[in-house]
């Protein structure tokens, strides 16, 4: 599904920005590249506010998905977070970062950028959000984890940025899209199934052994990622 603003390009580097969550939230879901590729969480939603796009996902028949036609903040101020869900915010662009004067039939004005991310600062669980560095983020956001990746737009290559609240994470949702870009995700993977095939290869009881002593010396970081990504 091409979308304008869409994430097709660069959901590699957004899906490796994000802890182990249960449940999934995007709130302008457009496209939805994230949703799309992402390990799936428990729970999965997607709101979006254009009717067109709602039906275009409904189409699809995307059962493991709860979509929803509605307002992003009609969702955030009414839903009962529990703390181990994490919102990917990705609204329209704000209007001094673009050269278009329109793109969505349902837009932002900088007034409703203040008062999402206000109501993001206040959402307790993890966030991220997602546009062009512009500084109404910049202010608003000034206290939040800020990271740069390649990103694209209808001109050509353009920097993303990403805004989060909470710590460079050790462990990630879904590890499979890790690198700065394809060839370093190639090497990673690479490594990863040669370092498996090894243990693999290896006579049972000592591998058994060697299992033993990682999940003695790993075991607590190991069951906090969640299920194998
Ligand atoms: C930048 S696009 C999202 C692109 C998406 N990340 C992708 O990969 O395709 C922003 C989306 O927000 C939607 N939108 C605008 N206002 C909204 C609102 N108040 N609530 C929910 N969605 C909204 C737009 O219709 C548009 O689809």
Redesign the pocket.
Known sequence: MR?P????RCYQHIISLMPPHRVYVE????????LRHKRPAEVNIG????AR?IDRWRSLGTASVEIIHG???DFLEGYPFRGDELVYC????PRSTRAKARI?????TNADHVRLLSVLRRVPCMVVVSSYGNDLYAEHLSDWRCVEFPGDSHTGPRTETAWLNFPEPTNLHDYRFCGADYRARERLRRRRAGLVRRIENLPAVERNALLHDLACRFGPELASTGSPG
């Not at 990705?90 to 662009?93: F, G, K, R, V």
């Open positions: 979308y603003g869409g994430k097709g709130t302008h879901l457009g496209g939805g590249a994230v709101i979006e506010k254009d796009v307002d992003a903040l990705d609204p329209p662009y969505y039939r349902h837009d932002y």
